[in-house]
């Protein structure tokens, strides 16, 4: 639930604080979202209408107004602009990088224009002013008012289809726009080629490729309208072309035209007047073809009951977000709930009713026995947001996700698994081999809905591939050199991390040669560590460190990805214990940790680096480097500093309001971030079946296994005033450890946290109680 | 069988014209043709390696030197060139537009190099020169001798499969390009996108997608080299590229790369020193995926037998020229099989070994029980190519290509059937609905394997779809008026002859109503008729002609396609005593033919018209308006006057030399009129079932009918100096008509004439004995 800014206070305690009665857990959980949340600042959430982890995005874009490198409207909406360029049907939750878009569909009353106009001049073209105020969204609905118009517009969404409802002034001439030019980042030879073709039967069909941040992807799609055509127009907008080829029927009566293909296609289709009954307007999108995506329509919106899908795509979040059930004031309710919300938007399906779908290598493949998800934004979701499917939605759907990479393994040109793809095709985005703790993780877990032997030979494969990002130099030295290949010490630590997934796996399979070997690799983190500045820094081939040396010093091309050393330098999650006597021992390893929450950082440092935000000292919260790093005062003998650290992040970081979000959702990273710190704990070491325990943040949270089982987090005393835990009791005994075995949550029980206003420095800090990761290995 | 230009008559007397004992007819037939005529001038055929109707069409190209519009180059080699840029797998044979030469492969020796190079700077780039005198070529194999790089280069097919043996330098490197830039006329953009991809056992496969003749055309390939790859590099020469997206693994690298996608991609294969045997490479092509030309690839050609597929060829070749068996000198034989080597390239194959293909709507679709051919060039052809099919190749063949101009009527998006289409695209090329005469033209032959009424509903569909080309107009007011449509005149006489081929398939179906309205639109070409001028011309749509009128006018926008009213004003072949009759009389259209043969014309009137070429008179053999003409006279009651027109015309129109025909083959109309007028006659009124005899240029001919049966035409005194039908017998009777019917050749037997010095006036002149076109209906 959600509505106009304006009004938002006073909606969350009018609605999300009373419990209905008679409504279940999960439709009050729904309740307390807020699409809203994320969708200002750089958080780069949208607040259109999608189910759990759906293919089609249904979502308002608002127009760039002066920025155009598309950064800041990478999901296609900004809580701060006035005007709305359309409805596309694919959106990104929160990434910092932009493309999708697709199919743009813009009500019109009156009369039609085919371009969007000058922001500046309203009226100009077909983008519309609206006001916050009109404006309703909720899990998979969202409502505007389109002031220019008059058109109110109501978006719904299945699966693979998008469901419009626009109702507009009676007595005007009613038009619907579709826009193929259109996309979050617009620049000249991004479209490579469209069609848009108008069948007998009214149903509108197309496609488009595109030169984006995926090169060459292909997405089709049909449409039908509730009522019959009065007419249509086909136009191709392009200028400039060297050769058309003859023209088709009527091409001087852009009305006769049966289909239009080119690179900057424009429709519009008329309705008469508007009349009082709403127009109906259905999508649907395919990887594969128009005529499956005619499938797609058939099987998932075969009618016109808006209300029908709305009411199961509600139904769908509700079941999904009563995984937890959470007692708390309103407004951290709604923080909680728009986190868990925004944690089960991707990754997303990507396949036709038919089980067929496009793999990297362009083509289209079947799935079979198993359901096919794309847009795996890996070095993000490896960290929180997997972990976090694999606690709280079946093991099905985790089985699934591995199931999609090994496929696009199968199917790659590369023979690897995939770094960061999305409608199925790689886009060589960020560092690492990340699909492996992934896997590693599901593994571990007993999820193994999926081939071991296969998966494990894919994580190998991927880990030995040489050409990528200095791999075969990694191999061959134990180290990225830095003189042969950028962000090196990144790129050290994270394949170390990676190897030791491996190693983990492979012991558990019993395959000690490769267990062996990774978890030698996974030691080559060492390789980064410079004793005489306590810092992970990138070596030259020859072995010497890159001089000069700046902690502070980020960028692209320099030893870091997206952070510097102040950032990255702690990144051993597989090796804590190494870490610290690295470092000289624990009491320094806290205090060099004590330095990055401490320091006094002028943000402009990272003004040249857009991911680099929600700064704690050198601590950014707003980018994953920085994730794990408060947990670590647990594992070096000080639970109550994480506790403490946590305290500050959660209230700085997150906010419930349009933008709260510290940075980049990054397709739920750093939601299912607060989801674990919120429940009070978090996977620091995807793969080892351990939490570190923060602190809650809840008075009570019961988790809904998928097992069946119940596991129930409960914190006495909790409050502002009580930040810190006292004691605590797992099924009614003493836990004097910082840390949690999933199998113990997976066997339901209770967790009882003793708030207390002061520091238990006694609390969780036996050395013989330390995680896996601190013990020696 | 022919060899470099220089040889040429010391070879045809050597070889063409002695028979080989135990030699088959086919092969000795085989033997005759010459794949170099028409490769010179304007005939726009190529010389390479083809089976019959294949869609692997694997032959050289040469390279452009001046001219930029592509028109000479259509078929990708121009004899009077001096240098090769590869050799590309498809090709149209004798068009007059330009697209096709996909998948260029060019052998090289010692430095790889990624450009054409500068034509005038031999060396500069990959194209090397080469010399006839190395050049070699027969239906189904084609080789050359590259000076440059000297490589001996041969090349051979299957239907699907283009096959190269390339005899290396034994101690230089070689190499092999693969160019995805380059098309017979290249232009900025014309390339969409395309992909190089090699994958891990060492096949390579790719795409592109273009945007020429017919925009948006995809075509994938697949490509094993007989030897293991030592190395590769792929590139894209792009620049200016706006967004590229995030690099691939080792982009640095070109031989590291995988995959490569883009809009100028090149790579190179490295196969170490060229050693003693040669390198063999196969390559396939598939409208549906890399997938499916890999399959294709494996079904035609699982192994290296290079020797094989070229007896396989052959064999195929050898079995269709059987066809006719032609006693003849040399020379004669020559023309006449290339001809009908020519007449047998086209339509093309295009499907996949797994009957996929890809439509007019530019989806994938399944051929089931039937096979799907494209390059329908049906303007042309529909006159002489396709009635030629239906009396030599099986009927079969004739269904299949209904079969598949219906398919292509289901999956239009303007549902309509093919204007003229290849790769299963409409390119909206030329004018009138000509698939309806082909398929009225079967099934009044009694070619029966495709929906007769699905047929006929298709052919109404087209003729009475508003949109195209002023058909709305014309169904209003009896003819395309130019005030609205242009070249209304043309449109206007083709629309109501392929009304009449609808009327006459309807009559025999018991479609009476149908039959009724078509027979009614037959007749509009009156409204084109001028008595006061004797021409016909393009009226307005208030029923006056244009004016200013010239009759020598020609041009687009004009009343006529690519001709003038000179050429255009005897096209009415379903009533030809209706046009005697408009004209006052027999005799007056017979005054007017001579106006047309005896006029003295300076060709430079036709110099913005690249089509009309073969100038006598005003008549133009090189364009097909003009085809039916020199038998006019026999409609007339004139026969001798037909013969002796057609003489000059053989003589004059046609050489067995490179530019020996007079105009574009147009995908082997001009082939077919050549066959048909040496046999002795032609199919003026496809529809009708009936041939005029014009007079028979070979001494002896016999047809080996597809039912098994044979028809034998001789020609007794048959010399230079004895050009005149004397008499004629059919089966030992007198036959005293200038006309065949169709089921009359079809029951065998022999046709016999006896030439003499001077016209037989009174041969076939009887009123009651003349075709069905000259009888009243």
Redesign the interface.
């Given at each position: 639930m959600a509505v106009g800014q304006a009004k938002w206070m006073v909606a969350l305690v009018l609605l999300a604080g009373t419990a209905v009665a008679g409504e279940s857990a999960g439709e009050r959980a729904l309740a307390a979202v807020d699409p809203f949340i994320g969708t200002g600042g750089e958080g780069h959430t949208y607040p259109g209408a999608t189910v759990p982890h759906g293919m089609v995005q249904l979502s308002p874009d608002t127009q760039i107004r002066s920025r155009r490198d598309g950064y800041g409207w990478a999901a296609g909406y900004r809580h701060d602009d006035t005007t709305i360029v359309g409805f596309s049907h694919t959106h990104f939750s929160g990434t910092g990088h932009s493309d999708l878009g697709d199919v743009l569909l813009m009500p019109l009353s009156g009369e039609v224009k085919y371009e969007r106009g000058d922001v500046a001049r309203p009226g100009s073209g077909y983008t519309s002013r609206f006001d916050h105020r009109s404006e309703r969204a909720e899990p998979g609905y969202y409502a505007v008012t389109l002031d220019d118009s008059g058109v109110r517009a109501e978006l719904t969404a299945s699966a693979r289809v998008g469901m419009h409802r626009y109702a507009f002034p009676a007595d005007r001439p009613a038009h619907v726009l579709v826009d193929l030019r259109t996309s979050m980042y617009d620049?000249?030879?991004?479209i490579?080629?469209s069609?848009l073709?108008?069948?007998?039967d009214g149903t509108v069909t197309g496609y488009r490729?595109t030169?984006?941040?995926?090169?060459?992807r292909q997405l089709y799609f049909a449409m039908r309208f509730s009522r019959p055509l009065r007419g249509h127009a086909f136009h191709d907008t392009e200028s400039d072309?060297?050769?058309?080829?003859?023209?088709?029927?009527?091409d001087k009566?852009p009305g006769?035209r049966?289909?239009i293909?080119?690179r900057q296609l424009v429709g519009s289709f008329d309705f008469g007047p508007g009349g009082r009954e709403p127009l109906l307007v259905k999508v649907s999108i395919s990887p594969v073809?128009?005529?499956s995506a005619i499938a797609n329509l058939d099987a998932e919106a075969p009618g016109w009951d808006f209300d029908g899908i709305r009411a199961a795509a509600r139904a769908q979040w509700a079941q999904a977000l009563a995984a937890v059930e959470v007692d708390a004031p309103p407004v951290q309710r709604t923080a909680f709930y728009t986190a868990l919300y925004h944690s089960m938007l991707g990754p997303t399906l990507f396949m036709d009713s038919d089980g067929r779908y496009r793999g990297p290598?362009?083509?289209?493949h079947q799935a079979q026995g198993w359901t096919h998800y794309s847009t795996f934004s890996l070095w993000d979701t490896y960290r929180a947001l997997h972990p976090l499917m694999t606690l709280l939605q079946p093991p099905q759907r985790s089985s699934d996700m591995v199931n999609s990479l090994l496929a696009a393994r199968r199917e790659s040109?590369?023979?690897i698994l995939p770094v960061w793809s999305f409608h199925g095709l790689?886009?060589?985005?960020m560092i690492g081999y990340h699909a492996v703790p992934v896997i590693a993780d599901a593994y571990m877990k007993g999820i193994r809905g999926f081939d071991a032997d296969e998966a494990l030979q894919a994580m190998v494969a991927s880990a030995d591939?040489g050409?990528?990002?200095g791999i075969a130099q990694y191999r061959e030295l134990g180290w990225v050199p830095i003189d042969e290949e950028g962000e090196a010490a990144s790129k050290t630590l994270e394949y170390a991390y990676d190897d030791w997934s491996i190693a983990r796996m492979a012991t558990a399979m019993g395959r000690d040669d490769i267990a062996a070997e990774f978890t030698k690799r996974a030691g080559n983190w060492k390789h980064a560590f410079d004793p005489s500045t306590g810092f992970m820094r990138a070596r030259r081939r020859d072995g010497s460190f890159r001089e000069p040396f700046d902690p502070a010093a980020s960028g692209y091309g320099s030893d870091y990805t997206e952070g510097n050393a102040w950032q990255y330098s702690w990144y051993v999650p597989q090796d804590v214990a190494g870490l610290a006597a690295a470092h000289g021992g624990a009491d320094r390893l806290l205090q060099r940790l004590d330095e990055v929450f401490d320091a006094k950082v002028d943000p402009a440092v990272f003004e040249h680096m857009e991911d680099i935000t929600g700064l704690i000292g050198w601590y950014a919260h707003g980018n994953e480097p920085s994730h794990h790093v408060a947990y670590l005062y647990a594992y070096a003998g000080q639970p109550w500093r994480t506790q403490a650290r946590l305290k500050r992040i959660m209230d700085t970081q997150y906010a419930p309001r349009p933008d709260g979000l510290a940075g980049n959702d990054d397709l739920g990273q750093m939601s299912a971030w607060y989801v674990f710190t919120a429940l009070g704990f978090y996977p620091v070491t995807p793969g080892s079946n351990e939490y570190i325990i923060g602190r809650p943040f809840l008075p009570r949270a019961r988790l809904n296994l998928p097992n069946g089982k119940h596991f129930t987090l409960i914190a006495e005393n909790l409050d502002e005033a009580h930040p810190y835990i006292g004691s605590a009791t797992l099924d009614g005994k003493p836990l004097d450890r910082a840390f949690l075995r999933h199998d113990e949550i997976m066997a339901g029980g209770e967790l009882r946290f003793t708030m207390q206003a002061t520091p238990n420095r006694d609390w969780g800090t036996r050395p013989d109680a330390r995680p896996y990761s601190q013990s020696t290995h």
């Open positions: 620049y000249p030879g991004k490579l080629w069609r073709r108008l069948r007998a490729q030169r984006g941040w995926a090169p060459g072309v060297v050769y058309r080829g003859f023209p088709p029927p009527a009566d006769a049966a289909q293909e080119g073809s128009e005529d290598d362009n083509a289209v040109p590369y023979g790689e886009t060589w985005c591939y050409p990528y990002d």
